[in-house]
């Protein structure tokens, strides 16, 4: 089991940044791959990011690809993702996540531990 804690959301306008973290513990942490979800009120909770063990395989969501920029540091256990150019419709609760894989996956049920999320809100 890994227990998973984010941490830097906040209050932003339209345009700015952000840089969300997630600190994990218990399994090796290079042992698998993370991801970050997004849930907006009223609305599923959907991918935004992920990355594969080593951080050598990224992927995102058409709505952030260019804009948002997920990355790991095994060393310290923690992945990240820097968001850029922050638009409105990017406010939600944030969630990072570790899978049962080693490689890049979208689909939520290849997620078994999840953090108690970090809200973000971008104002226009």
């Known amino acids: 089991q890994v227990q998973l804690v984010e941490s830097g959301g906040g209050l932003v306008q339209a345009g700015g940044s952000l840089r969300l973290s997630c600190a994990a513990s218990?399994?090796?942490?290079?042992?698998?791959?993370m991801g970050w979800f997004r849930q907006a009120p009223g609305k599923q909770r959907e991918f935004v990011a992920a990355i594969s063990w080593s951080g050598g395989s990224t992927y995102y969501a058409d709505s952030v690809r260019g804009r948002f920029t997920i990355s790991r540091d095994n060393a310290k256990n923690t992945v990240y993702l820097q968001m850029n150019s922050l638009k409105p419709e990017d406010t939600a609760v944030y969630y990072c996540a570790a899978s049962v894989t080693v490689v890049v996956t979208t689909t939520p049920r290849h997620y078994r531990d999840w953090g108690q999320g970090t809200q973000v809100t971008v104002s226009s």
């Open positions: 218990g399994r090796t942490f290079s042992s698998y791959s």
